[in-house]
Protein backbone atom coordinates (compact mmCIF):
# COMPACT_ATOMS: atom_id res chain seq x y z
CA UNK A 1 0.00 0.00 0.00
CA UNK A 2 1.33 3.52 -0.85
CA UNK A 3 1.50 6.76 0.75
CA UNK A 4 -1.19 10.06 0.30
CA UNK A 5 -0.31 12.00 -2.27
CA UNK A 6 -1.22 15.23 -3.47
CA UNK A 7 -1.36 16.84 -6.97
CA UNK A 8 0.42 20.28 -7.37
CA UNK A 9 -1.95 21.29 -10.50
CA UNK A 10 -5.39 20.32 -9.45
CA UNK A 11 -5.09 19.70 -5.70
CA UNK A 12 -6.59 16.08 -5.64
CA UNK A 13 -5.27 13.27 -3.20
CA UNK A 14 -4.49 9.85 -4.56
CA UNK A 15 -2.83 6.54 -3.86
CA UNK A 16 -0.65 6.77 -6.94
CA UNK A 17 2.97 7.17 -7.05
CA UNK A 18 3.69 8.66 -10.63
CA UNK A 19 1.20 11.02 -11.64
CA UNK A 20 -1.98 12.24 -11.17
CA UNK A 21 -5.08 9.93 -13.09
CA UNK A 22 -7.32 13.61 -12.84
CA UNK A 23 -5.10 15.68 -14.93
CA UNK A 24 -1.58 14.17 -15.37
CA UNK A 25 -0.14 16.78 -12.93
CA UNK A 26 3.22 16.12 -10.27
CA UNK A 27 2.83 14.18 -7.18
CA UNK A 28 3.73 15.50 -3.75
CA UNK A 29 3.83 14.48 0.25
CA UNK A 30 0.90 16.48 1.17
CA UNK A 31 2.60 16.43 5.09
CA UNK A 32 5.22 18.80 6.06
CA UNK A 33 8.64 17.68 6.74
CA UNK A 34 9.14 16.26 10.59
CA UNK A 35 10.38 19.43 13.30
CA UNK A 36 14.07 18.79 14.40
CA UNK A 37 16.39 20.58 15.98
CA UNK A 38 18.78 19.54 14.13
CA UNK A 39 17.50 21.28 10.60
CA UNK A 40 19.12 19.75 8.28
CA UNK A 41 17.78 21.38 5.37
CA UNK A 42 17.86 25.07 6.79
CA UNK A 43 20.80 26.47 4.48
CA UNK A 44 19.40 25.07 1.65
CA UNK A 45 15.56 26.81 2.57
CA UNK A 46 17.43 30.38 3.22
CA UNK A 47 19.41 29.85 0.20
CA UNK A 48 16.75 29.58 -1.67
CA UNK A 49 14.37 32.49 0.08
CA UNK A 50 17.33 34.71 -0.60
CA UNK A 51 17.33 34.14 -4.33
CA UNK A 52 13.59 34.95 -4.52
CA UNK A 53 14.09 38.53 -2.48
CA UNK A 54 16.83 39.17 -5.04
CA UNK A 55 14.66 38.12 -8.32
CA UNK A 56 11.62 40.03 -6.82
Known amino acids: MGLLKRC ?12 C ?13 KFSLE ?3 GKYRRALRELAMEQS
Request: charged letters at 25%.
Open 8 to 19: IRCGEYTLSQTV
Open 39 to 41: DRY
Open 21 to 33: PRCGGELRNPAPP
